[in-house]
């Protein structure tokens, strides 16, 4: 058998392959590339696209209630979380999304923040790429941003984040949350197969400069833009999915 252990490229290589598997391992290995041409002027990002249920029920069973999670109406609220591009957040609640803050009862300081989770009503104008995602269904919402701090990861703050925005978005008339997970984080990936989502397509994006180049398994397939306002709009429906009248899940199973 073949030893890595003197060469570090090699075992993360291997470890690559492994998690992504072959297709998904050279799409990040051409993204790592990209992202060291100077400047930033180039970049790749692959998505996959996902519909979670939204039903009533408790997902902690009544756990975890030291910590508590509350909505950020401001950004001049909001508690200090990882960074994002520089204008993003603002963006975000320009479009209307609204930020539940996780913490635990007994921390103060606003550096302590231990998670968060945004949600738009009315599909979303993509941080990353020129992309906007509407929703053909007014039982449909967006979530997006789904943040938990590394100290708090292994715990019950991804499960009680979850549990309030199925609350909150349940009382407004939601039945499914959509969201896109890129298609390198396969940790993500996994927290949402727990959840039990339903997969709505997949889409690559490649920028060059000005240039941007997508290619979906939805509608319109292809698109290249050339100008900032150049958008291209997906589109996605949840009217035919199948409806949970509750939610039989466990923090055990939310768990990260």
Excluded at 8 to 28: E, N, T, V
Excluded at 61 to 82: E, F, K, N
């Amino acid at each position: 058998m073949i030893s890595f252990t003197r060469f570090p490229r090699l075992q993360r290589l291997a470890a690559s392959f492994r998690q992504l598997g072959w297709c998904d391992s050279s799409w990040l290995a051409l993204a790592r590339l990209l992202a060291m041409v100077p400047g930033g002027r180039c970049a790749l990002h692959r998505y996959q696209f996902v519909a979670q249920a939204v039903a009533p029920g408790s997902l902690c069973l009544g756990r975890g209630q030291s910590i508590t999670v509350t909505p950020c109406l401001t950004q001049a609220d909001l508690l200090s979380g990882p960074e994002r591009r520089p204008g993003a957040l603002s963006e975000r609640y320009r479009q209307g999304a609204q930020c539940l803050v996780a913490r635990r009862q007994a921390e103060t300081s606003k550096a302590d923040m231990a998670g968060w989770i945004w949600l738009l009503r009315h599909g979303y104008r993509e941080d990353e790429v020129r992309a906007r995602y509407a929703l053909a269904s007014s039982q449909s919402s967006w979530d997006l941003d789904v943040w938990v701090h590394p100290a708090q990861r292994g715990g019950l703050v991804f499960a009680r984040l979850w549990e309030e925005a199925n609350a909150v978005l349940y009382a407004q008339g939601v039945r499914w949350s959509c969201s896109r997970i890129s298609r390198f984080n396969r940790a993500s990936l996994g927290a949402h197969a727990r959840l039990g989502m339903h997969a709505l397509g997949t889409a690559t994006f490649l920028r060059c400069g000005r240039w941007q180049w997508m290619a979906a398994s939805l509608p319109p397939y292809l698109h290249l833009s050339r100008r900032p306002d150049d958008l291209v709009c997906l589109d996605f429906d949840t009217s035919s999915l199948p409806h949970y009248p509750s939610l039989e899940l466990t923090c055990r199973i939310l768990k990260q």
